[in-house]
């Protein structure tokens, strides 16, 4: 048979149908709040912003910013008000490996939950018309972005908004809604009677219409914009399937990891650790290295480049990229920061959230320490503190 030869033109001809569905692709953006200094989650966030702290051994904003591109976004602009270049340097690499645009909008003061949206009003306008998505930066779950575009586009409303399930509905702002349309009626704050259970859960989609309501100061989407557009019976809300978690601090973030490795159990990703030293759902990146007769899990994220030595037992904990773990040493309910070591037979428990570059010595004790970078352990931390 002869080989077939294309020319330039035959190349074109053929791409063109390519092109043009392309072309016909709606180009969506997103605005993702990472806002400020990260306090609750000190000490990590001395080291980095807290968007680029790795949950499940991926910084967490990539979560967000790789659940977007499945769904066609192909803009991200990040609302930010701290070490913007260092965020941007960052996520360079994660630009050009995605093939999305990320940009940022820096506030020179804080303007809440919804001024940056006017602060970035020039890069989320187009000429498209077509809505973006707003993201809390702090929110892991399964992202239903696909559902969630469906929705809006079924209700004809100018907002949509997620809104996730809780226990204990007192403790936060509920939405209430018209229970078959998602229509929003109205929101309570902090409920002391029960109105019902459904939270903003810090996921919008929204038509550029809003951005004429929101005016470039500290203003609040929740408090201030959404009851309005309520109140024209033009907010929707959708219930979040799945998990979800605000993992701004340590202990949601525990709670957190738990969820998501449910999930992806649930799912049954390859990406969970399977052996006889195994119990439960553990992530551990493939550069890490596990020694003998070791006990890992249920709930346990190991980093790049990780040394677990031998009967090392870890729990519903995560082990950062570059940590050594020492003989038959224990760690649970705690998050151990980058290149720290914990000592042979140390006991590091009860919410201890070590920072870059921590070392415990032997046989140390820690219920519940909170230890700053660059420190050396020499002592038990016999309750709760923070160690500067």
Not at 50 to 64: G, R, S, T
Not at 194 to 209: E, H, M, Q, R, T
């Amino acid at each position: 048979m002869p080989t077939q030869q294309y020319t330039q033109s035959d190349v074109n001809r053929l791409l063109e149908p390519v092109k043009k569905q392309e072309r016909r692709k709606i180009r969506m953006k997103a605005l993702i709040l990472v806002g400020g200094f990260g306090t609750r989650l000190r000490p990590l966030t001395l080291s980095v912003p807290k968007p680029l702290v790795e949950f499940a051994n991926k910084p967490m904003i990539l979560h967000q910013i790789e659940a977007l591109k499945a769904v066609g976004v192909t803009e991200v602009v990040l609302a930010i008000n701290y070490q913007p270049e260092v965020m941007l340097n960052f996520l360079k690499e994660f630009e050009t490996k995605l093939g999305i645009k990320i940009t940022c909008s820096q506030e020179t003061e804080p303007l809440g939950t919804a001024g940056p949206l006017a602060l970035a009003r020039d890069k989320l306008v187009d000429d498209s018309g077509e809505p973006f998505f707003v993201l809390n930066s702090d929110v892991i779950s399964d992202y239903p972005f696909k559902e969630m575009i469906e929705f809006h586009k079924s209700h004809g409303g100018e907002a949509s908004l997620m809104v996730t399930k809780v226990d204990e509905p007192s403790k936060y702002g509920v939405v209430v809604t018209e229970e078959s349309t998602g229509q929003v009626e109205r929101f309570v704050e902090k409920p002391k009677l029960f109105v019902g259970n459904k939270i903003n859960a810090g996921i919008y989609l929204l038509d550029p219409s809003i951005l004429d309501r929101i005016q470039l100061r500290p203003t609040s989407i929740e408090k201030e914009i959404f009851p309005k557009i309520a109140a024209e019976k033009k907010l929707y809300a959708m219930v979040l399937p799945g998990f979800w978690m605000d993992i701004g601090q340590p202990r949601d973030y525990i709670t957190g990891l738990r969820l998501y490795l449910d999930s992806l159990k649930k799912k049954s990703s390859p990406k969970l650790a399977s052996g006889s030293h195994i119990v439960g759902n553990v992530l551990v990146d493939e550069t890490a290295t596990i020694g003998e007769g070791c006990l890992i899990g249920p709930d346990v994220a190991i980093g790049p480049g990780c040394v677990i030595e031998s009967g090392v037992r870890l729990s519903r904990c995560t082990v950062m990229r570059g940590v050594r773990v020492k003989k038959h040493a224990c760690i649970s309910s705690s998050i151990i920061g980058w290149h720290s070591t914990v000592g042979q037979w140390a006991r590091v428990e009860n919410m201890t959230i070590l920072g870059e570059d921590v070392h415990v010595c032997d046989e140390i004790y820690s219920n519940g320490g909170v230890v700053l970078p660059h420190k050396e352990i020499k002592s038990s931390i016999l309750k709760p503190e923070i160690v500067m």
